[in-house]
């Protein structure tokens, strides 16, 4: 089965600086990543999600690449604010089960003021 | 419009008793799941559903057992509770062949 291994598991960074996650997955026929955000206390929410046809997705201060061939995918946040810690997820799905989720460990973020 | 609804939101239990998780969602989505968080492990399947009347086996499914009696409604039983799944559940659902997933709110379960 898929395999999603995520990288760091902790992140503190400053006000205002970028913050990068990476997962790698292991099965070649996944082909949707998406990331999902978890505050304290909260449900896992849906922030972005990428799509094997497209190398990279924006949206405000959020961003996704995606690398097929090495079987990577990282997201980017710059300009982090304070509400932006959290716990932070990704997840690979796709090949015979398209509609299954293999999620990574988890990243928490810290966005110090 | 309520998403995805789980009941109780947090329970405690003693060893080897039972209990029912309820998931009822109101998007008339296909697919339902239920997953596992523990501190470190993230977010893993343990039983999931393609539609009424069907269950499948996820990744960690062994002390649980699950039901789809109903298109809107997905339990997960546990029989004989252990200390090891001392967990927060969380409840989802997709549409049809997609893994956008909607999560609940999730139940906090302690077994003594």
């Known amino acids: 089965g898929e395999n999603v291994e995520q990288h760091p598991s902790t992140l503190s960074v400053q006000e205002g600086d970028s913050a990068v996650i990476k997962c790698t997955y292991s099965?070649?026929?996944?082909?949707?990543f998406p990331w999902y955000k978890q505050e304290l206390g909260k449900r896992p929410q849906l922030i972005i999600d990428i799509r094997s046809n497209v190398g990279e997705k924006k949206d405000q201060r959020i961003a996704v690449t995606l690398n097929k061939t090495a079987k990577h995918f990282s997201l980017h946040i710059t300009e982090t604010q304070p509400e932006d810690s959290a716990v932070y997820f990704c997840?690979?799905?796709?090949?015979?089960?398209?509609?299954?989720?293999?999620f990574g460990k988890g990243t928490l973020l810290t966005v110090n003021p | 419009n309520a998403g995805v609804t789980q009941t109780p939101k947090f329970r405690v239990l003693k060893t080897g008793q039972s209990m029912t998780l309820l998931c009822a969602q109101d998007?008339?989505?296909?697919?339902m799941y239920w997953y596992r968080q523990d501190p470190g492990m993230g977010l893993r399947l343990i039983h999931y559903?393609?539609?009424?009347?069907?269950?499948a086996k996820g990744e960690v499914p062994d002390g649980y057992n699950v039901s789809r009696l109903k298109k809107q409604n997905f339990l997960l039983g546990l029989e004989s509770a252990a200390p090891s799944q001392t967990s927060v559940y969380f409840c989802?659902?997709?549409?049809?062949?997609?893994?956008?997933?909607?999560f609940g709110s999730g139940t906090q379960l302690s077994v003594l």
């Open positions: 989802a659902s997709s549409q049809t062949g997609t893994a956008l997933l909607f």
């Open positions: 997840a690979a799905s796709g090949g015979g089960s398209n509609y299954k989720l293999t």
């Open positions: 998007m008339n989505h296909e697919y």
């Open positions: 099965d070649s026929a996944s082909n949707y």
């Open positions: 559903s393609v539609g009424e009347g069907t269950t």
